[in-house]
């Protein structure tokens, strides 16, 4: 079993780009959680989706953010015209149940210069 | 008041002490609670999960106390290798006691092992 993975583990994007990070949740995990860490800070919980439904976005900016997890691949946090303050650790979960504890991948690293 | 609140430490200990870290949650329908513990610049590691009759893994014990919405770690003979980020993590539930399904990450308190 593979695990959570998140690609790329390092992402740098200048201001005004898009960044698309991306999560395949360990199998037999059909629940997905996105969460946020500043640097210094603690983890902020941003979305939680299971297979085409947004179940909670309660943690997402309303605008440039969005994410989505399809039927078929991995889910996607997609950041809309980057600014400096998304820079950011982001880290996927994945759990088989919301009673559970989650298992993380290794994260991205947004830099936006 | 916060959701989950932690001292955020840090705490300093030397090698072979015992450490206990405390920490307090807003919701009292809550049902699932674990610790994580976070190395710098890493993704969260699941600790253990805690259990109302409290559990013990090796050097590690956990503690829930529903009544006065805490939950505790102890660490017993300290490694070097302990020092980390601790994360007291909560599964909120509303007052029917439904999971809202996702996890509140307390802020961490920070461990420090010395020689």
């Known amino acids: 079993n593979a695990g959570v993975m998140q690609n790329p583990r390092h992402l740098v994007r200048r201001r005004g780009q898009e960044a698309r990070l991306r999560c395949s949740p360990m199998?037999?995990?059909?629940?997905v959680y996105w969460y946020r860490q500043l640097p210094e800070e603690g983890l902020k919980f941003m979305v939680y989706?299971?297979?085409?439904?947004?179940?909670?976005e309660s943690g997402m900016p309303k605008e440039r953010f969005s994410a989505e997890f399809p039927k078929e691949g991995p889910s996607i946090l997609r950041i809309q015209q980057v600014v400096r303050g998304d820079s950011a650790a982001y880290f996927c979960?994945?759990?088989?149940?919301?009673?559970?504890?989650?298992?993380f991948g290794s994260g991205t690293r947004l830099t936006v210069v | 008041r916060k959701e989950v609140e932690q001292d955020p430490g840090p705490f300093n200990v030397p090698e072979g002490a015992t450490v206990a870290f405390n920490c307090t949650y807003s919701?009292?329908?809550?049902?699932?609670f674990f610790w994580y513990r976070q190395d710098c610049r890493k993704e969260p590691k699941l600790l253990m999960s805690?259990?109302?009759s409290g559990n013990e893994d090796g050097r590690f014990t956990a503690q829930l106390n529903r009544a006065s919405q805490y939950i505790s770690l102890l660490i017993r003979d300290s490694k070097l290798s302990d020092s980390a980020t601790y994360l007291c993590?909560?599964?909120?539930?509303?007052?029917?006691?439904?999971?809202?399904?996702?996890?509140?990450f307390g802020q961490g308190t920070i461990l420090t092992v010395h020689p």
């Open positions: 919701n009292s329908a809550s049902q699932s």
């Open positions: 989706l299971q297979k085409e439904n947004i179940i909670d």
């Open positions: 993590v909560v599964n909120l539930a509303n007052a029917g006691g439904t999971s809202y399904g996702k996890l509140t």
């Open positions: 979960a994945s759990s088989p149940s919301p009673y559970y504890g989650y298992t």
């Open positions: 199998k037999g995990h059909s629940h």
């Open positions: 805690v259990y109302s």
